[in-house]
Structures are given as C-alpha cells and as structure tokens.
C-alpha cells in the first residue's frame, strides 16, 4: 500500500469523528463533535471584516456618490449601502487598498473637493482618481457604520513622514499645525484609527521586496507610527503571499513578536488557480465547483502552517493573524472593464464564504481580523449596485447568517475527515461547521453543504449540554449558479429551515445540496 494511503486509512482508524462519502445524489453523513464543555477564544467580530479600496466602481458609485446626487445619500456616501452595511454588524472597514494604497498621498485627499488634484489610477484601469473620497470622507463613511478604521499605509511609494503625518492629521488632539488644518477642513475632534497596516502586498504591487528588506522597512516605519492624544495603533505587518511560509518566518523573526500587533496573509479562491483564466463567476462547469471548495479549503493548511510559523518566534501568542485579503476572483463579467474586477456572486460564493468564515472561527484564538475582498462591486461583494438600483449577494446573505458568531465565545467543534474525491485523488471535506455560544447563553452552529449535487445527513453532538430545541435559517438554490440580479434581487436569499431536529439530545439535521445553514440550539 503506498505510504499516503496507508497514511489516510490509519487516520480514519483514529479519527473521531467521520464522513462517509457516498454516490452522488444519496446523503453523505457526518457527525460533528460540538464541546460545548470546553469553551474557547472570543470569536473576534473583525474576522467578518471588509475591505474598499479605490478600485472599478468599488468606492465611486459603489459607496461615493457625491452630496449632489439624486441617489440618497448623507455627506456624499449612499444611504441604502450604509444601511445593508449595518445590518451585518460590519466590525472593520480596511482603506484604501489593496495595491492602490502604495501609490496613495493622504494629501490629495483632504480640503475642498473641487481642488484635489486628479492622479491617474495606475493598477486599475488607468482611470482617473478624483481624491473626490479621502480621509474625512473615509473616517465619516466609518462613523455612519459605527465600524472601526483599518488605514493601509503607504510603504511602497511613500514615506515615515508622510505616514507619520496622516497619524498626526488624523488622530492628535493638540494645538499643532496638522491638527490645526483638519479642524479647518471640517473635523474639530481627532478620529480614533484603530488598525494600521504597514504596507500592502510588500512582496509584489508593494514595493517588490523581499522579505530581509521588508522587515527593516517595517521597523523603520513602525517606529514613527506614534501614538496621539490616547490613540492605540495595533499595527498590522505585511505578511505571505499564500503558501510563501518563509515570508512569515522572516517577518516574524526580524521584526520582533513585540513590534507588531498582527501580520496579514492574502489568499484569493480561483477557480482553476490560473490567474490567465481564472473560470468564470456563473455558468461554470460542476467541475470547477469541486475545484473552488478544493482551492477555498487551502486556506486551513494556511492558517495552521503560518500560526505555527508564528509560533516560532510567539510562544505567548502576542500577535494575531489578520487574513486581509480573501475571497474569489473570477474572469470579470464579460462587457465590464477589465481592471476594475467587477464580477457575479452566486451560491458558490456563499459556500466559499460560510467554509472561510467557519475556519476562522475554529482559529479564534489566533485569527485577529479578516477582511473579504471587496465590499461592493469588486471581486466577492456583498453588494452590487446599477446607477440606483442595489442588489444584496449569496455572500452577504451568509455574513448576515454569520453574524451571531460576532464576540461570541467559541464551542471548539470537530470536523469530520476529509471524505470527497474532486482531483487527481485530492479530497475534501463536504461538511464545515463552527459553533459559538453568545452573552445570553445561545449556541448558534453554522453548517455547510459544500457538495453541489449531494444532500448531507449531520449529527451533532454536543459535549456538555443536552439539546432540547434547534430552529435555524438555510441559504440554497437549486441552480449550481444560483445568483441575485437586478431584475431577480430574491431569487438566492435565506429562508427558515424545518430540517433539523433533537433526538436523543443529539441534534440531527438534514442539509440540502449546496447550501449554508445556521442553527439555534437551547
Ligand atoms: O483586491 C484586489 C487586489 O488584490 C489588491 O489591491 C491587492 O492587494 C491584491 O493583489
């Protein structure tokens, strides 16, 4: 037998738990461990944070319409967006990139409107920047949120001082001169600014470094990210690019577990893992279903490989890892210009959504902030909007399902093996969940179908609590694509669920093909 199977067969031997991998069509079963007797970290609520960076129609038509526009709006930033945002308890707003934040001056973006200066946007699209939206716009569109700021500082292009600088104008209380021009154009309290990122990307659109020479960039940066007027910084290092370990490694090693509050990691699901052609975001092929949920559940490998990177150089588990970027990235829909990412989000979205948000949950104990790529119109959106109209994605459907989890205490859950053959004999799982119990004592358990074609049997058995009543909500399609648009806004949209049901105190539920479920259980 070779070693890799004989490998998979022992561990199914030990295993605890187990998934059965059936025929398509009839149900796969999968028990699921919940110990609710072994309560974990806090689930921090940044980890169903978000990101907008002056990318395609992300922030322009997508949040900023301008004061004068029919489209409502408070200040200039559109009502109905806000309002979407909120009713997803949005904990963290990341700005204002993603690679365009190595090419940003903070400086065109404050004063009078009409006098910013117009900078052409060299990543995306080679449109032309406006500075229309800036810092006084971006800290009131937090404020209309009631989320926290996430400022991607430029390392790239920019300098200490220029950063320093921003901090000051932003953040200081004091009679200085930069404190001073932001109470002249309009801000007379200092803004708190909670994260700060020292550069995006530094590996690539950020600069091109390599990791010995980001590490003294980092220092050197981070040692002029002062602290004004009570202002706390967690400061954010640039991390891997994916499966780059060594990046980490270095980074951790030479900047010191005490220099920096968290470091990022970017991993985006394509569909083919071809960045020439990624797949497409609807009428795919069922093949490129099961290589969407492979290519999305790397991201477990990820986070145990590069936690225990940190390790490494974090015994006391000071720093915490901020997922930054994550999502898919399809080809862009045909018509739309191809720098500004603009693409669909169907029930595949939703899925891949619910298997990542499930993972970092099950990591809250060192998984500080993540922030899905990107909030509107650009790549995995919550929201997409035509001149007035808004549409709410598959994916904003499960943060809204999700969003019970957000400070609740983790209930550590064991998930069943890996048990679907989708390629070249990799396997995955079909079955994700993560479970949280919250202030008034609730336990919420989130499921995923992740199988397109093959309804689940779950049995959950809970560790230190007899289930008496479960009641959930379930978002599903019965389209492989199944997907929102402006004419059909509730074709894919979350609706009660009947399926699950206490037996014995254990809780048994039925998951349809495809679908994300979120339970109740008292
Ligand atoms: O999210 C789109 C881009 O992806 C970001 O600008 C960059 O950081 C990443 O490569």
Same mark, same amino acid.
């Given at each position: 037998?070779?070693?890799?199977?004989?490998?998979?067969?022992?561990?199914?031997?030990?295993?605890?738990?187990?998934?059965?991998?059936?025929?398509?069509?009839?149900?796969?079963?999968?028990?699921?461990?919940?110990?609710?007797?072994?309560?974990?970290?806090?689930?921090?609520?940044?980890?169903?944070?978000?990101?907008?960076?002056?990318?395609?129609?992300?922030?322009?038509?997508?949040?900023?319409?301008?004061?004068?526009?029919?489209?409502?709006?408070?200040?200039?930033?559109?009502?109905?967006?806000?309002?979407?945002?909120?009713?997803?308890?949005?904990?963290?707003?990341?700005?204002?990139?993603?690679?365009?934040?190595?090419?940003?001056?903070?400086?065109?973006?404050?004063?009078?409107?009409?006098?910013?200066?117009?900078?052409?946007?060299?990543?995306?699209?080679?449109?032309?920047?406006?500075?229309?939206?800036?810092?006084?716009?971006?800290?009131?569109?937090?404020?209309?949120?009631?989320?926290?700021?996430?400022?991607?500082?430029?390392?790239?292009?920019?300098?200490?001082?220029? @950063?320093?600088?921003?901090? +000051?104008?932003?953040? %200081?209380?004091? !009679?200085?001169?930069? =404190?001073?021009? $932001?109470?002249?154009?309009?801000?007379?309290?200092?803004?708190?600014?909670?994260?700060?990122?020292?550069?995006?990307?530094?590996?690539?659109?950020?600069?091109?470094?390599?990791?010995?020479?980001?590490?003294?960039?980092?220092?050197?940066?981070?040692?002029?990210?002062?602290?004004?007027?009570?202002?706390?910084?967690?400061?954010?290092?640039?991390?891997?690019?994916?499966?780059?370990?060594?990046?980490?490694?270095?980074?951790?090693?030479?900047?010191?577990?005490?220099?920096?509050?968290?470091?990022?990691?970017?991993?985006?699901?394509?569909?083919?893992?071809?960045?020439?052609?990624?797949?497409?975001?609807?009428?795919?092929?069922?093949?490129?279903?099961?290589?969407?949920?492979?290519?999305?559940?790397? @991201?477990?490998?990820?986070? +145990?490989?590069?936690? %225990?990177?940190? !390790?490494?150089?974090? =015994?006391?588990? $000071?720093?915490?890892?901020?997922?930054?970027?994550?999502?898919?990235?399809?080809?862009?829909?045909?018509?739309?210009?191809?720098?500004?990412?603009?693409?669909?989000?169907?029930?595949?979205?939703?899925?891949?959504?619910?298997?990542?948000?499930?993972?970092?949950?099950?990591?809250?104990?060192?998984?500080?902030?993540?922030?899905?790529?990107?909030?509107?119109?650009?790549?995995?959106?919550?929201?997409?909007?035509?001149?007035?109209?808004?549409?709410?994605?598959?994916?904003?459907?499960?943060?809204?399902?999700?969003?019970?989890?957000?400070?609740?205490?983790?209930?550590?859950?064991?998930?069943?093996?890996?048990?679907?053959?989708?390629?070249?004999?990799?396997?995955?799982?079909?079955?994700?969940?993560?479970?949280?119990?919250?202030?008034?004592?609730?336990?919420?358990?989130?499921?995923?179908?992740?199988?397109?074609?093959?309804?689940?049997?779950?049995?959950?058995?809970?560790?230190?609590?007899?289930?008496?009543?479960?009641?959930?909500?379930?978002?599903?399609?019965?389209?492989?694509?199944?997907?929102?648009?402006?004419?059909?806004?509730?074709?894919?949209?979350?609706?009660?669920?009947?399926?699950?049901?206490?037996?014995?105190?254990?809780?048994?539920?039925?998951?349809?093909?495809?679908?994300?479920?979120?339970?109740?259980?008292?």
């Amino acid at each position: 037998m070779p070693i890799k199977h004989f490998l998979a067969f022992l561990m199914a031997l030990i295993l605890p738990v187990a998934a059965k991998g059936q025929a398509a069509g009839e149900p796969v079963t999968a028990q699921i461990v919940i110990h609710a007797d072994k309560p974990g970290a806090t689930i921090a609520p940044q980890i169903y944070g978000h990101f907008a960076e002056h990318l395609g129609r992300c922030i322009y038509e997508g949040i900023w319409v301008g004061p004068d526009s029919s489209i409502p709006n408070t200040r200039g930033i559109r009502n109905d967006v806000v309002a979407a945002l909120k009713n997803i308890n949005i904990p963290v707003l990341r700005w204002p990139g993603g690679c365009f934040a190595d090419e940003y001056h903070w400086r065109d973006g404050i004063g009078p409107r009409e006098q910013r200066p117009k900078r052409i946007n060299t990543h995306w699209g080679g449109v032309i920047e406006t500075n229309g939206f800036g810092t006084h716009e971006f800290l009131d569109l937090c404020e209309q949120l009631g989320c926290d700021a996430y400022i991607s500082a430029n390392v790239g292009s920019g300098t200490p001082a220029e @950063m320093m600088e921003w901090i +000051e104008y932003m953040t %200081a209380d004091a !009679d200085s001169t930069l =404190a001073n021009e $932001r109470r002249k154009n309009g801000r007379e309290k200092p803004w708190k600014i909670r994260y700060l990122g020292v550069g995006n990307e530094s590996w690539g659109c950020g600069g091109n470094m390599r990791p010995e020479y980001y590490a003294d960039e980092y220092r050197r940066f981070a040692t002029f990210a002062k602290s004004y007027s009570g202002n706390r910084l967690f400061k954010v290092a640039c991390g891997s690019n994916g499966e780059d370990f060594n990046w980490t490694d270095v980074v951790m090693k030479q900047v010191g577990a005490r220099n920096m509050n968290g470091i990022s990691l970017h991993w985006y699901t394509l569909p083919t893992g071809d960045w020439q052609s990624k797949g497409k975001a609807t009428d795919f092929p069922p093949q490129q279903w099961d290589s969407t949920v492979m290519r999305t559940w790397r @991201m477990e490998a990820l986070l +145990e490989k590069h936690l %225990a990177t940190m !390790d490494k150089y974090d =015994a006391q588990h $000071r720093v915490g890892l901020c997922v930054d970027e994550w999502g898919t990235w399809y080809d862009q829909e045909a018509g739309s210009h191809p720098g500004f990412l603009y693409q669909q989000n169907s029930i595949r979205d939703a899925v891949v959504a619910a298997v990542n948000l499930n993972l970092f949950n099950n990591h809250a104990d060192r998984v500080a902030m993540a922030n899905i790529a990107q909030t509107i119109n650009v790549l995995q959106a919550m929201i997409l909007t035509d001149k007035e109209r808004m549409i709410l994605t598959p994916t904003y459907h499960v943060f809204e399902m999700f969003k019970v989890h957000q400070g609740a205490t983790l209930l550590p859950t064991e998930n069943p093996a890996a048990d679907h053959d989708v390629e070249n004999g990799t396997k995955v799982r079909s079955v994700y969940a993560s479970a949280s119990k919250d202030a008034k004592g609730a336990i919420h358990v989130s499921l995923v179908n992740a199988r397109h074609d093959t309804p689940a049997k779950a049995t959950l058995k809970l560790e230190g609590v007899a289930a008496k009543k479960v009641s959930g909500r379930v978002l599903t399609s019965d389209k492989l694509d199944g997907h929102n648009t402006f004419d059909q806004p509730d074709a894919v949209k979350p609706a009660p669920f009947d399926g699950a049901e206490v037996k014995d105190g254990q809780v048994v539920v039925a998951l349809p093909a495809r679908s994300v479920t979120v339970l109740a259980i008292e």
